[in-house]
C-alpha cells in the first residue's frame, strides 16, 4: 500500500502536464527553483500547506481537486 504523501507528486505532474506546463514555467508561477518542482514531483519534498495553496493557484485549480485526486490515486493503490 502506498502511503499518503506518496500521492502528492504524482497528481503534481499530471495536472501541471495538462496545463502544457514545464517545470521551470510552474517554479517561475510559484518563484522557486526548478528543482523544487522537480523534488515535488518525485516526492523528495513535501509542500506546507502555504506552497499548496500556491501551487493549485499556479496550476489555476481549485485546492480540493488536488486533494480528490490524490485521495482517488491511495484508493486505486490499496
Not at 506518496?6 to 497528481?11: M, T
Not at 518542482?37 to 481549485?62: C, Q, T, W
Amino acid at each position: 500500500m502506498k502511503k499518503k504523501s506518496d500521492a502528492f507528486g504524482p497528481v503534481l505532474r499530471r495536472i501541471r502536464l495538462e496545463k502544457h506546463l514545464t517545470q521551470e514555467e510552474l517554479s517561475e508561477r510559484l518563484g522557486v527553483a526548478a528543482p523544487y518542482v522537480s523534488m515535488l514531483e518525485s516526492g523528495h519534498k513535501y509542500p506546507n500547506l502555504e506552497m499548496f495553496f500556491r501551487i493549485a493557484e499556479a496550476l489555476d485549480v481549485r485546492p480540493a481537486c488536488i486533494m480528490e485526486d490524490m485521495e482517488e490515486r491511495i484508493r486505486r493503490s490499496i
